[in-house]
């Protein structure tokens, strides 16, 4: 199939980007590298013996997508790009509102007069919100609570809408839990701009001595140990979730939500045992007051994607953990060095 693959350099989109190509796909990526670099194409290319188009455009502008879309004609669309930091979405939501949303309507308009009609969006398990208690349903109410949790709901809503109106409409909805991990040769992961949002890539950066202490957000949850249960799903097997949802996306129109996770919690203590195991290094940590906004538990309840799918998430934390010490030893400073 020819896939057109917005934000296919960043993280999650470059893994799924490969995993297309190595499964036969024609892929083109449309990527403004706001976040993210070309190298992590070049990567992907000679990993998969196979050339990788990347359109440096904005997926909001719209004569630029449908330029791509003229030349390309692509018969399915997976649809990363976008902003994804809920603090900077606190202080910037009008951009979050254009680049996730606007930008997403400017692809959907895209689509109907190219007569494209699938669409795979990535959406997080943020959307679940603490409207109710883990692990989480694809019925679970949504209650996002924050700026960047409201765009996913936004886009949720706008494509169930548009799903509704025109039945040749294929849409499926994917709500990632925490992606961790990197690619089994270390030429491939996570690579954030400056300090870390997530526990994981702050967790390999301590421990590669770029950082110097780790503080663990609040130890009186209502869990195990005390620290916040999350649901870490390697970035591999989220990539391979996607061909799934693809291949579902062949048998007709109409909106589809699934949960990737792994359905399988672990605390933050947990995370950072494993990674010291999986690196070989003692990682010092700090416990300190619970951050605002955080849930004690976020997991999935991954039924409906084994089901449905026929997907699961089969690598481990422990597997994960080894990848991104490989990534990390490899490339210290992600794809900067080229
Ligand atoms: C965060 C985002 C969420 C997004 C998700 C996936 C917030 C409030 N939520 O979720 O919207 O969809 O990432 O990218 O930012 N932790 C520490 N120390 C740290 C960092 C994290 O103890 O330095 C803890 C957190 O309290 C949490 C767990 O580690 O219990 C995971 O945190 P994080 O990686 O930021 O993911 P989420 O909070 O699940």
């Known amino acids: 199939m020819r896939v057109l693959v917005t934000g296919g350099a960043g993280y999650i989109g470059s893994h799924t980007t490969l995993e297309l190509l190595a499964n036969g796909h024609h892929v083109v990526v449309v990527d403004y590298l706001s976040n993210s670099s070309a190298e992590s194409l070049r990567r992907v290319a000679g990993l998969a013996e196979r050339p990788v188009e990347l359109v440096e455009a904005n997926v ?46 400017t692809l959907l308009e895209t689509m109907a007069v190219h007569d494209c009609r699938r669409i795979v969006f990535s959406s997080s398990a943020t959307v679940y919100g603490s409207a109710s208690e883990a692990p989480f349903a ?14 996913k709901q936004m886009v949720e809503q706008i494509l169930a809408d548009a799903a509704a109106a025109d039945p040749a409409l294929s849409v499926a909805v994917l709500r990632y839990f925490n992606p961790i991990g990197a690619h089994e040769s270390g030429l491939l992961g996570e690579d954030p701009k400056g300090v870390p949002n997530n526990l994981l890539s702050f967790v390999a950066q301590v421990a590669a001595g770029r950082r110097t202490g780790l503080q663990v957000f609040g130890n009186d949850y209502p869990t195990p140990d005390g620290t916040g249960l999350r649901d870490y799903v390697h970035v591999v097997d989220l990539a391979q979730g996607h061909l799934s949802a693809l291949d579902r996306l062949g048998e007709g129109g109409g909106y589809r939500v699934w949960n990737l996770g792994s359905g399988r919690p672990a605390s933050v203590l947990q995370v950072i045992e494993a990674y010291a195991r999986a690196a070989g290094t ?29 997907w699961t998430a089969h690598r481990s934390l422990d597997q994960a953990c080894a990848d991104t010490a490989r990534w990390q030893a490899g490339s210290p400073d992600g794809y900067a060095a080229g």
């Open 282 to 310: 003692r990682i010092p940590y700090r416990l300190v007051a619970a951050r605002p906004g955080d849930v004690a538990a976020s997991y999935a309840d991954v039924t409906k994607a084994e089901r449905e799918l026929g």
């Open 60 to 105: 909001g502008e719209a004569a630029a997508l449908d330029a791509v879309f003229a030349r390309f004609a692509p018969e399915a669309v997976i649809h990363f790009a976008g902003r994804k930091a809920v603090g900077e979405s606190t202080r910037l939501p009008l951009l979050y509102y254009r680049e996730n949303v606007a930008a997403t309507i």
């Open 138 to 151: 694809e019925d679970a109410p949504t209650a996002a609570t924050n700026p960047y949790g409201r765009t």
